[in-house]
C-alpha cells in the first residue's frame, strides 16, 4: 500500500475531488482525517471509507477561520499522533460573469477559501511537519491559474496564487524535507460545474469539452490518482510543481 500507515488531512474531503482523494488515499492504506463544512457529506465520505475497510474520521470546520483550522489539526493529532499530508482542497468560486459584477463579499470568500485557507493550514502542520522530519503538502490549484478565461477573473486570479505559494513555499520548506506541490484539474462535473459555465446546459458543456483535446472534463478518480502518487513516497524528489490534469487543455 502506497500510503500505509500515513495520515491525511483532506479539506473539502465531503464532496467532489476532495471525496475522490479521500476514498482513493484510504484504499492505499491512508488513515484520512475528512474535512467539510457540509456534516452530512463528510459524515458519508467517512462511513464509505470506514465500509470498505478504511480508517477515517470526520472534523468540522470552515478553513478561512484559524481556531477551526487549529482545531482540524489538533483532531487529527489526538487521534492518530502525526500529520503526514496536508490537503488544501476546498474551494469556492462566483459563477461566470463580467468582472465588475462580482461583489466584494463573493471576492473576499473566494480569497479567503483558496487562498488564506492556505496560510492558516500552514501555521498549524508546518511546524508540526518540521518536528517530525518531513511532510507533503498539497494545494488544489486549477488550469484556471496557468490558463484563464473571461468571466472568472477573481477565481483565476485566487488559483494563479495558490500555484504560486506553492512553489514559493516548496523552496522555503525544501530544507525541513516538506514538499509542496499543487494539482491543476480542469474542469469537471462536480458541485461548481454551474458557476464555472454560467449556467450547465448540454450545449455549454459541449463547449467546454470541446477545448479540452482528450475529449471529456475531468474526474475525482483522476485528480485522486495524480494526487496519491504526489503525495507518496515514489515523488520523494518532486516539490514546487503544479502538475496539470487537464486532458491537454493548458497545451
Same mark, same amino acid.
Given at each position: 500500500?502506497?500510503?500505509?500507515?500515513?495520515?491525511?488531512?483532506?479539506?473539502?474531503?465531503?464532496?467532489?475531488?476532495?471525496?475522490?482523494?479521500?476514498?482513493?488515499?484510504?484504499?492505499?492504506?491512508?488513515?484520512?482525517?475528512?474535512?467539510?463544512?457540509?456534516?452530512?457529506?463528510?459524515?458519508?465520505?467517512?462511513?464509505?471509507?470506514?465500509?470498505?475497510?478504511?480508517?477515517?474520521?470526520?472534523?468540522?470546520?470552515?478553513?478561512?477561520?484559524?481556531?477551526?483550522?487549529?482545531?482540524?489539526?489538533?483532531?487529527?493529532?489526538?487521534?492518530?499522533?502525526?500529520?503526514?499530508?496536508?490537503?488544501?482542497? &476546498?474551494?469556492?468560486?462566483?459563477?461566470?460573469?463580467?468582472?465588475?459584477?462580482?461583489?466584494?463579499?463573493?471576492?473576499?470568500?473566494?480569497?479567503?477559501?483558496?487562498?488564506?485557507?492556505?496560510?492558516?493550514?500552514?501555521?498549524?502542520?508546518?511546524?508540526?511537519?518540521?518536528?517530525?522530519?518531513?511532510?507533503?503538502?498539497?494545494?488544489?490549484?486549477?488550469?484556471?491559474?496557468?490558463?484563464?478565461? =473571461?468571466?472568472?477573473?477573481?477565481?483565476?486570479?485566487?488559483?494563479? &496564487?495558490?500555484?504560486?505559494?506553492?512553489?514559493?513555499?516548496?523552496?522555503?520548506?525544501?530544507?525541513?524535507?516538506?514538499?509542496?506541490?499543487?494539482?491543476?484539474?480542469?474542469?469537471?462535473?462536480?458541485?461548481?460545474?454551474?458557476?464555472?459555465?454560467?449556467?450547465?446546459?448540454?450545449?455549454?458543456?459541449?463547449?467546454?469539452?470541446?477545448?479540452? =483535446?482528450?475529449?471529456?472534463?475531468?474526474? =475525482?478518480?483522476?485528480?485522486?490518482?495524480? &494526487?496519491?502518487?504526489?503525495?507518496?513516497?515514489?515523488?520523494?524528489?518532486?516539490?514546487?510543481?503544479?502538475?496539470?490534469?487537464?486532458?491537454?487543455?493548458?497545451?
Amino acid at each position: 500500500m502506497r500510503l500505509k500507515n500515513k495520515v491525511a488531512i483532506i479539506t473539502g474531503a465531503g464532496s467532489g475531488f476532495g471525496e475522490g482523494m479521500a476514498r482513493r488515499f484510504a484504499e492505499e492504506g491512508c488513515k484520512v482525517v475528512v474535512n467539510d463544512i457540509n456534516i452530512d457529506g463528510g459524515k458519508r465520505v467517512v462511513d464509505i471509507i470506514k465500509a470498505a475497510g478504511g480508517v477515517a474520521i470526520f472534523q468540522k470546520g470552515d478553513v478561512t477561520k484559524d481556531a477551526q483550522v487549529k482545531s482540524l489539526v489538533g483532531a487529527a493529532m489526538k487521534k492518530f499522533g502525526r500529520v503526514d499530508i496536508m490537503v488544501n482542497n &476546498a474551494g469556492y468560486t462566483h459563477r461566470n460573469q463580467p468582472m465588475t459584477s462580482v461583489t466584494e463579499k463573493e471576492f473576499d470568500r473566494i480569497f479567503d477559501v483558496n487562498v488564506k485557507a492556505i496560510f492558516l493550514a500552514a501555521r498549524h502542520v508546518v511546524p508540526i511537519m518540521k518536528k517530525q522530519g518531513g511532510g507533503v503538502i498539497l494545494n488544489t490549484a486549477s488550469t484556471a491559474g496557468l490558463r484563464p478565461r =473571461p468571466g472568472l477573473t477573481w477565481y483565476n486570479g485566487s488559483k494563479g &496564487a495558490a500555484i504560486t505559494i506553492t512553489k514559493s513555499m516548496a523552496v522555503e520548506l525544501a530544507p525541513d524535507r516538506i514538499r509542496v506541490v499543487a494539482i491543476n484539474p480542469v474542469i469537471s462535473p462536480t458541485g461548481m460545474l454551474s458557476q464555472f459555465m454560467g449556467k450547465d446546459t448540454p450545449e455549454l458543456r459541449a463547449k467546454f469539452v470541446a477545448t479540452i =483535446p482528450m475529449g471529456r472534463m475531468s474526474t =475525482p478518480r483522476d485528480i485522486a490518482n495524480t &494526487a496519491l502518487f504526489l503525495c507518496s513516497d515514489e515523488a520523494e524528489f518532486l516539490t514546487g510543481i503544479a502538475v496539470e490534469v487537464d486532458g491537454g487543455r493548458c497545451i
